[in-house]
T-cell receptor
C-alpha cells in the first residue's frame, strides 16, 4: 500500500482485557514509532524501532505496554489488563533516515 | 537531551491576519525540526521541515518557519490566515541523523471570520 495502515480503526474493550494493535509501515521504512494521543492532548511518544537495533522503549508508561516488530515490517502494540486511562488514539508512524514521519490513521481505543 | 516547547496552547486570529505559532527547542546535537498539522478527525500531515540547509523553510499552504540557532527557536508563520488553517499544530525536534523524535504539546489555532 501507499501509506501506513493501522488496524483496527476502532476498538472498544472492557477494563482488564488485553488488546493488540497492529501497524503496517511503508515498505522500506527502517524506523517505526508508536504514539498515544489522549483526547485534546498532544502526542505522547511510546516506543520506536530502528532496523535491527534494540527498540527505544523509554516512553512506555507501564509494564502493561509492550511492542514488537519483526525486521522492518509489521509491528504490534499490546496493552495488557487495560485500564480506563488507556483510552486514547494510538498512532503509528514510519520513516526513512532523515525523512519525515508518515502517520497512520490511528486506532481509537475505548476502555469501558 | 532533546525537548520542545510550544509557547502557546491556543492562538486565535482573524481571517486575513498573520499567524505566529511559537516553538522553542533544546537539543544536544544539530537538530532536525518539523511542523505537523492535525485537522479535526484527520491524520497528521507534514507542513515543513528544517534539516540544516536554508534557515528559512517554506512549507505547504503558505506556511514558513525560520530556524534561529541563537534563540533556539523555530516559529511557524503565515502572512494571512484562512479559515481552513484552523487545526492543531505540532512542533517536532529530532537529532539530525538520529531517529528519536519529540513532539511539542501542540498549539490549537482558531481562525475567526
Amino acid at each position: 500500500g501507499a501509506g501506513v495502515s493501522q488496524s483496527p480503526s476502532n476498538k472498544v474493550t472492557e477494563k482488564g482485557k488485553d488488546v493488540e494493535l497492529r501497524c503496517d509501515p511503508i515498505s522500506g521504512h527502517t524506523a517505526l514509532y508508536w504514539y498515544r494521543q489522549r483526547l485534546g492532548q498532544g502526542l505522547e511518544f511510546l516506543i520506536y524501532f530502528q532496523g535491527n537495533s534494540a527498540p527505544d522503549k523509554s516512553g512506555l508508561p507501564s509494564d502493561r505496554f509492550s511492542a514488537e516488530r519483526t525486521g522492518e515490517s509489521v509491528s504490534t502494540l499490546t496493552i495488557q489488563r487495560t485500564q480506563q486511562e488507556d483510552s486514547a488514539v494510538y498512532l503509528c508512524a514510519s520513516r526513512i533516515r532523515l525523512g519525515q514521519q508518515y502517520f497512520g490513521p490511528g486506532t481509537r481505543l475505548t476502555v469501558t | 537531551a532533546q525537548s520542545v516547547t510550544q509557547l502557546d496552547s491556543h492562538v486565535s486570529v482573524s481571517e486575513g491576519t498573520p499567524v505566529l505559532l511559537r516553538c522553542n527547542y533544546s537539543s544536544s546535537y544539530s537538530p532536525s525540526l518539523f511542523w505537523y498539522v492535525q485537522h479535526p478527525n484527520k491524520g497528521l500531515q507534514l507542513l515543513l521541515k528544517y534539516t540544516s540547509a536554508a534557515t528559512l523553510v517554506k512549507g505547504i499552504n503558505g506556511f514558513e518557519a525560520e530556524f534561529k540557532k541563537s534563540e533556539t527557536s523555530f516559529h511557524l508563520t503565515k502572512p494571512s490566515a484562512h479559515m481552513s488553517d484552523a487545526a492543531e499544530y505540532f512542533c517536532v525536534v529530532s537529532n539530525t541523523g538520529g531517529f528519536k523524535t519529540i513532539f511539542g504539546a501542540g498549539t490549537r489555532l482558531f481562525v475567526k471570520a
